[in-house]
């Protein structure tokens, strides 16, 4: 593989160094999942995939794309309107090399719904949908961990500032999870987007000094709204937060340049619960198998009914 151009790295027919994705392969509409399995259960909802079709597979009918990075690329339709769904795998590292590659090749603006796992620190019970409106990183502070450090009086963790979800798109998402999984299985708040699954998560692990005893206390003294645990909506609520108006052929500029929405990029996120933390209690596979196909039908319904701008701008996708 031969890539040109060291700042923004992309092959001789334009796909990107890691999600490896060129311009035509991606709908303006994603939900990035963390798991490729569950983006293969996903796909089953598409239209013209047989429902016959072996659970494992990938129907010939869409477009896919794996990358030699482990992201799963799958384009097609859904009620008509092209639509992709991206497996990311974990951390925030990943949703930066999904949500930066896919921009760069997809024109006009976007709308990414993240379909995630999380644990709970809340009320929520296993087999729940979490949909938050906002998100901060929880992040080890290296620093106090180091062997000259004079961070005595430093917190062994950095909480950093909330980053909202668009409004319009976590209320479509609290609407459509309700119908599918009832109103009192769905919940609506803040999430907690953590460096580690285990130190900034409060894990306790006696082969590290983790001083992460009281993490959860000081997670609902910081934000008492905090519902969830997880790895990667924080970096995408912040990077649509910091997206600028995509770069649209010239002639739309003007216009572009005249719209209330000033990000190209609208997110959201919800959060089934695999985990709940404070009963210790861990979802059953028969769960998942029930619970992933309705969510990922809300968050379909949920793409398809958010507008995404002016539509005359996007180009067709290619595999639909
Ligand atoms: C950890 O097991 C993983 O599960 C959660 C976390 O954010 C992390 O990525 O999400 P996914 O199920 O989407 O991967």
Same mark, same amino acid.
């Given at each position: 593989?031969?890539?040109?151009?060291?700042?923004?790295?992309?092959?001789?027919?334009?796909?990107?160094?890691?999600?490896?994705?060129?311009?035509?392969?991606?709908?303006?509409?994603?939900?990035?999942?963390?798991?490729?399995?569950?983006?293969?259960?996903?796909?089953?909802?598409? %239209?013209?995939?047989?429902?016959?079709?072996? *659970? +494992?597979?990938? #129907? @010939?009918? &869409?477009?896919?794309?794996?990358?030699?990075? =482990?992201?799963?690329?799958?384009?097609?339709?859904?009620?008509?309107?092209?639509?992709?769904?991206?497996?990311?795998?974990?951390?925030?590292?990943?949703?930066?090399?999904?949500?930066?590659?896919?921009?760069?090749?997809?024109?006009?603006?976007?709308?990414?719904?993240?379909?995630?796992?999380?644990?709970?620190?809340?009320?929520?019970?296993?087999?729940?949908?979490?949909?938050?409106?906002?998100?901060?990183?929880?992040?080890?502070?290296?620093?106090?961990?180091?062997?000259?450090?004079?961070?005595?009086?430093?917190?062994?963790?950095?909480?950093?500032?909330?980053?909202?979800? %668009?409004?319009?798109?976590?209320?479509?998402? *609290? +609407?459509?999870? #309700? @119908?599918? &999984?009832?109103?009192?299985?769905?919940?609506? =708040?803040?999430?907690?987007?953590?460096?580690?699954?285990?130190?900034?998560?409060?894990?306790?692990?006696?082969?590290?000094?983790?001083?992460?005893?009281?993490?959860?206390?000081?997670?609902?003294?910081?934000?008492?709204?905090?519902?969830?645990?997880?790895?990667?909506?924080?970096?995408?609520?912040?990077?649509?937060?910091?997206?600028?108006?995509?770069?649209?052929?010239?002639?739309?500029?003007?216009?572009?340049?005249?719209?209330?929405?000033?990000?190209?990029?609208?997110?959201?996120?919800?959060?089934?619960?695999?985990?709940?933390?404070?009963?210790?209690?861990?979802?059953?596979?028969?769960?998942?198998?029930?619970?992933?196909?309705?969510?990922?039908? @809300?968050?379909?319904?949920?793409?398809?009914?958010?507008?995404?701008?002016?539509?005359?701008?996007?180009?067709?996708?290619?595999?639909?």
């Amino acid at each position: 593989m031969s890539m040109s151009n060291a700042n923004f790295p992309m092959d001789a027919e334009g796909r990107t160094y890691h999600v490896g994705v060129k311009r035509g392969e991606l709908a303006n509409r994603i939900i990035t999942v963390g798991d490729p399995a569950r983006a293969i259960v996903l796909s089953r909802t598409l %239209d013209g995939v047989d429902p016959s079709a072996p *659970v +494992k597979s990938i #129907s @010939a009918n &869409l477009f896919s794309h794996a990358s030699h990075r =482990g992201f799963l690329t799958i384009t097609g339709r859904y009620k008509g309107t092209p639509v992709s769904i991206v497996a990311i795998g974990m951390g925030v590292s990943m949703m930066d090399f999904f949500v930066r590659e896919c921009r760069a090749v997809v024109d006009g603006p976007m709308t990414i719904i993240r379909l995630g796992s999380c644990g709970s620190l809340s009320d929520a019970k296993v087999g729940d949908i979490c949909v938050p409106s906002s998100s901060y990183l929880v992040q080890r502070n290296y620093d106090y961990f180091a062997e000259d450090s004079s961070a005595s009086s430093a917190s062994p963790y950095i909480l950093s500032k909330k980053f909202d979800a %668009d409004p319009e798109v976590t209320a479509t998402l *609290v +609407k459509n999870m #309700s @119908a599918q &999984l009832g109103d009192n299985h769905v919940w609506n =708040g803040i999430n907690a987007t953590a460096d580690s699954f285990y130190s900034s998560q409060g894990r306790q692990d006696e082969n590290f000094v983790d001083n992460n005893q009281e993490l959860f206390t000081e997670l609902v003294k910081y934000e008492p709204g905090t519902l969830t645990l997880e790895m990667e909506t924080f970096l995408l609520y912040h990077l649509a937060r910091t997206s600028t108006v995509a770069p649209l052929k010239e002639e739309s500029k003007v216009k572009a340049a005249a719209t209330s929405n000033k990000h190209s990029i609208r997110a959201g996120a919800c959060m089934m619960v695999f985990a709940q933390r404070k009963s210790n209690e861990f979802i059953s596979k028969e769960d998942v198998a029930r619970v992933e196909p309705l969510a990922g039908k @809300a968050v379909f319904d949920s793409l398809v009914e958010v507008s995404l701008g002016d539509e005359s701008e996007l180009h067709a996708t290619e595999g639909s």
